[in-house]
C-alpha cells in the first residue's frame, strides 16, 4: 500500500468493483466496503482543524451539554445546521425528546468550559454549576461568554452508526464576535494568529 491517501479517479471508481478504490500511481485496489479501521480513521482525522462548540439541550427541568466538534452549517436558506451525537450521550437523549438544542461557538479563552463539557474535569455531574446561562426560543441553555449563539429546533434526526445527525433550522442566532475563537487540532487546542 502507498503512503498517504491513493489518488483516485472518477473513472477508476466507476470501473472498478463496488467497495473498492483503484490507485493510479501504484496500480493497487483498496478494499473499502469493510470501511475504514477505526484507528486509522481517528489518526487521519487529527489532521482536520476545527471549531469547538458546546450544544446544549433542556427538557422536563434536566439540562445537559457537551463539547463537540462535528457541527456545521447546512444551509442559510432556510437557515441549517447539522450536529452529530453520540447515541450513548445523555445530551443525545435530551435533544432527542426536547426537539431542540443550543450552540454555544467557544472563544480561545474558554478552552477550560470545553474541557469540562468534554467530561474531562471531575464534577458533580452538573456540567453548568457556576456557569451564567441564557435562553432564547426553545428554552436550551446558552453559556455567556460564547463568540455566537445558535438556537435550533430539530427538523430531522439520521441514524449514522454509532451516532445520530440531528439537522436543525435555526431559530434564533447571536454573534458576539469579541475574542478569536477556539481551535483544536490534532488533540490539541489552538489559537488563531493573523
Known amino acids: 500500500m502507498s503512503a498517504g491517501w ?4 472518477e473513472s477508476a471508481l466507476l470501473d472498478t468493483p463496488l467497495g473498492r478504490l483503484y490507485d493510479e500511481s ?12 477505526a ?47 453520540s447515541k450513548d450521550s445523555q445530551t ?21 468550559l470545553s474541557e469540562r463539557f468534554a467530561g474531562k474535569v471531575q464534577s458533580d455531574g452538573d456540567r ?5 446561562t441564557e435562553t432564547f426560543v426553545t428554552g436550551a441553555p446558552f453559556i455567556k461568554g460564547g463568540m ?13 452508526g454509532m451516532n445520530t445527525l440531528f439537522l436543525a433550522e435555526v431559530v434564533a442566532v447571536r454573534g458576539d464576535d469579541h475574542d478569536s475563537p477556539l481551535v483544536y487540532h490534532d488533540r490539541a487546542y489552538r489559537r488563531l494568529e493573523e
Request: aromatic share 6%; with cysteine.
Open 128 to 132: 453548568f454549576r457556576g456557569l451564567q
Open 39 to 85: 484507528d486509522q480513521l481517528r489518526s487521519a482525522m487529527r489532521a482536520w482543524t476545527t471549531g469547538v462548540a458546546i450544544v446544549t439541550a433542556s427538557h422536563e427541568g434536566k439540562q445537559h451539554g457537551m463539547t463537540v466538534s462535528s457541527f456545521t452549517s447546512v444551509s442559510l436558506d432556510p437557515p441549517l445546521v447539522v450536529i452529530s451525537l
Open 92 to 112: 443525545h437523549q435530551l435533544v432527542r425528546r426536547a426537539g431542540a438544542f443550543g450552540v454555544t461557538i467557544l472563544a480561545a479563552s474558554q478552552w477550560e
Open 26 to 37: 501504484t496500480m493497487e485496489l483498496f478494499d473499502t466496503a469493510g470501511g475504514a479501521h
Open 6 to 9: 491513493p489518488r483516485v479517479s
Open 148 to 160: 455566537a449563539f445558535l438556537d435550533c429546533r430539530v427538523t430531522q434526526t439520521i441514524r449514522a
